[in-house]
């Protein structure tokens, strides 16, 4: 996309290194858009600034790195972590670098507070998704939505993940869903449960014939959903089915159905009598987290909202989950 401000060509007197650093991190696998966009930034700040020489004094560096008004601590961060990244590699090349610290900005406390809902919401939820009416503009919605809110809660799939599916990434001979460049920017392999698998190959015979890399959940036009579109249908629903919504940012939210497949799993491994110390590495390979710690969290939710697991995973969790959770 020519008009696209991360293509941009860098003009400070640091454009060449600039260069070379997204090069290396685009050869490392990271994506790295919105970075991209932030260093064009810094290069713009960086050209008025008058620099000459290869070199990022800390006067410049701090001047481009101080808060600006009504900005974010979270966006304030992701600033001065690329420049903190960027300014580490012009050291490793031998130049001089101011290394902001990355204690520079207060971290915002996290907002990992999801609302998982009861096995019961999640029954009325899918009952009113299976009784979706086709419209006249989302014609097909009453045979794709009931899909995607099962991968979503079955399989604690990320909505971006199942509504990036093309029909080449769901194998329904060998039951595995392949997720390509997820987050991270891994590919990972998911075999949903069998009674899935077979709901997947009554919907994909309504599609017969279509070409390997067509979209498996199509929107009308023949593209992928946005996410907007299939949230503003949950929302719909959760009013439908009587769940209460606590307001912007706190949820229900349809990445939600994510955090409840994982807490549910761990419940039902805990009074299954299975080993969650062994476990664990299971579940963090399913939901492609890059590690356990990611995971962990769950614990925690499992342990608040069914305290009967504390006691017997406190063994191994101590640290983990130290007890209710205040």
Not at 67 to 88: D, L, N, P, Y
Not at 204 to 223: C, E
Not at 255 to 277: C, I, K, P, S
Request: charged residues 25%; aromatic residues 10%.
């Amino acid at each position: 996309m020519p008009n696209d401000p991360s293509s941009a060509p860098f003009q400070s007197a640091l454009a060449p290194f600039l260069d070379k650093f997204l090069q290396e991190k685009h050869a490392c696998g990271y994506r790295y858009r919105e970075p991209s966009r932030i260093l064009r930034r810094f290069d713009d700040f960086v050209f008025q600034a008058g620099l000459t020489t290869c070199e990022l004094p800390r006067s410049i560096a701090q001047k481009w790195l101080a808060k600006r008004a009504h900005e974010s601590s979270r966006t304030h961060q992701q600033r001065i972590m690329v420049v903190r990244q960027f300014s580490r590699f012009l050291c490793r090349l031998g130049y001089s670098a101011y290394v902001p610290d990355s204690t520079l900005s207060a971290r915002e406390q996290s907002s990992f507070a999801p609302r998982i809902l009861t096995h019961e919401e999640i029954r009325k939820l899918l009952q009113a998704v299976d009784a979706l009416e086709p419209t006249a503009r989302s014609p097909l919605r009453h045979l794709i939505m009931p899909e995607v809110f099962r991968l979503l809660y079955g399989c604690g799939f990320r909505l971006g993940e199942v509504l990036k599916l093309r029909g080449r990434d769901v194998d329904l001979n060998q039951g595995i869903v392949t997720v390509r460049q997820g987050k991270f920017c891994k590919d990972r392999l998911v075999p949903p449960a069998l009674s899935l698998v077979n709901r997947l190959r009554k919907y994909a015979a309504h599609f017969q014939n279509r070409p390997p890399d067509a979209i498996f959940f199509p929107a009308p036009d023949g593209g992928p959903f946005s996410l907007r579109t299939v949230y503003g249908l949950f929302r719909q629903l959760l009013l439908q089915c009587g769940i209460p919504h606590a307001g912007r940012g706190k949820g229900p939210r349809i990445h939600d159905l994510r955090h409840g497949f994982a807490v549910h799993t761990l419940l039902r491994w805990y009074r299954n009598g299975e080993d969650l110390d062994a476990k664990l590495p299971l579940l963090a390979t399913y939901l492609g987290h890059q590690n356990l710690s990611g995971t962990q969290r769950y614990l925690h939710l499992t342990a608040e909202l069914f305290p009967e697991i504390t006691a017997r995973v406190d063994a191994v969790f101590g640290e983990v989950i130290p007890g209710r959770i205040k």
